[in-house]
């Protein structure tokens, strides 16, 4: 009876399910080892990565994944990817695990290219190869001078052509004839045809300053050679030469010339017909050019006058 009853009681057990059943056990024991096997797999792969230095030239590191879950809650696809029995050097991981590390892997060879193009734009050097070997770069000596473009040569002709004009217009205040002739000679061929008027001009005005009638009429004939008509000042300077020379009637015969080719009053010229009449001791010509000029309203000046003292002086006038 005892017997029975036990029989009886393991039968009732194992009715009842508190002891799990052959096939139960089974399967949890599978789970478990595949559990087992795929942790084994994950440790095997992290070695493997962390010896073939991936993620590490970045400066950055694979991070450990989560652990997986053991017992019979664990997900069915990894039964389904881990059979039992298999070899754990042969096995494979999990497809999503096998993602995640080459995404990883693809990102540090990103990160490490992007690292490289970096340094290179930050500290750029030359990369010797076979054909072409870095040489190193001259040595700077302390005795170079810093060059400076040199103008062109047509620019440096204008600016000492300029100088060389300014420089005659000095010496003909002074009525050096001889030196500003001489620098005519240099400057006219580089002067351009509208400015030698401008260039004769000033040698007749050295002519005049020095009193030097002849050489004055010389240089207005030069004027008609080279096709330039003259224009007021060149003719009134050359009545100024023949005031200073005390040569009254060339200066006049120079008024009438003014006159011709320049019709009017011409009344800022009258002043020099009256240095040139006194200067040759013709009181009446002073009085007649002095009376001109009152009869346009125009004072004369102190100048006028002490030309008329000096005439009627010259003449024998009181």
């Known amino acids: 009876s005892a017997s029975s009853n036990d029989g009886s009681e393991m039968k009732t057990t194992t009715s009842t399910g508190d002891v799990p059943r052959d096939g139960q056990a089974h399967r949890l024991r599978k789970k478990l080892e595949s559990t087992r096997l795929q942790r084994q797999r994950s440790r095997q792969l ?13 400066g950055d590191t694979l991070s450990e994944p989560p652990p997986l879950a053991a017992g019979p809650e664990e ?33 540090a060879k990103v990160q490490r290219q992007r690292s490289r193009e970096l340094r290179e734009r930050q500290s750029p050097t030359p990369v010797a190869t076979a054909t ?37 217009n000095r010496l003909a205040e002074l009525g050096a004839v001889a030196e500003v002739e001489e620098l005519f000679d240099s400057v006219e061929p580089a002067t351009p045809q509208k400015q030698k008027r401008m260039v004769l001009n000033t040698v007749i005005k ?8 002849e050489r ?22 050359v009545m100024e030469a023949a005031a200073k020379a005390g040569q009254y009637d060339r200066a006049v015969k120079w008024f009438e010339e003014l006159q011709e080719r320049f019709p009017g009053d011409n009344l800022d010229h009258i002043p020099i017909l009256i240095d040139a009449a006194a200067k040759s001791g013709r009181a009446e ?22 030309s008329m003292i000096d005439a009627y002086a010259k003449a024998g006038n009181d």
């Open 216 to 237: 004055a009429e010389h240089w207005l004939q030069r004027l008609g050679s080279m096709q330039i008509e003259p224009n007021v000042k060149g003719l009134g300077k």
């Open 206 to 213: 050295a002519c005049a300053n020095a009193g030097d009638l």
């Open 132 to 168: 072409s070997p870095l040489t190193p770069p001259p040595l700077a000596s302390s005795t170079d001078a810093p060059r400076i473009a040199a103008p062109a040569p047509a620019r440096v002709r204008d600016k000492q052509r300029w100088a060389d004009l300014d420089k005659m």
């Open 285 to 306: 010509e002073v009085g007649y050019w002095r009376d001109r000029l009152v009869g346009h309203g125009i004072s004369t000046s102190e100048a006028a006058y002490n």
């Open 46 to 58: 992290r070695r493997m990565h962390q010896h073939r230095g991936v993620g590490t030239a970045a």
């Open 75 to 107: 997900d069915l696809l990894t039964e389904a990817a881990s059979p039992v029995g298999a070899d754990a050097a042969g096995a494979h991981p999990p497809r999503s695990q096998t993602l995640r590390l080459k995404r990883k892997s693809e990102a």
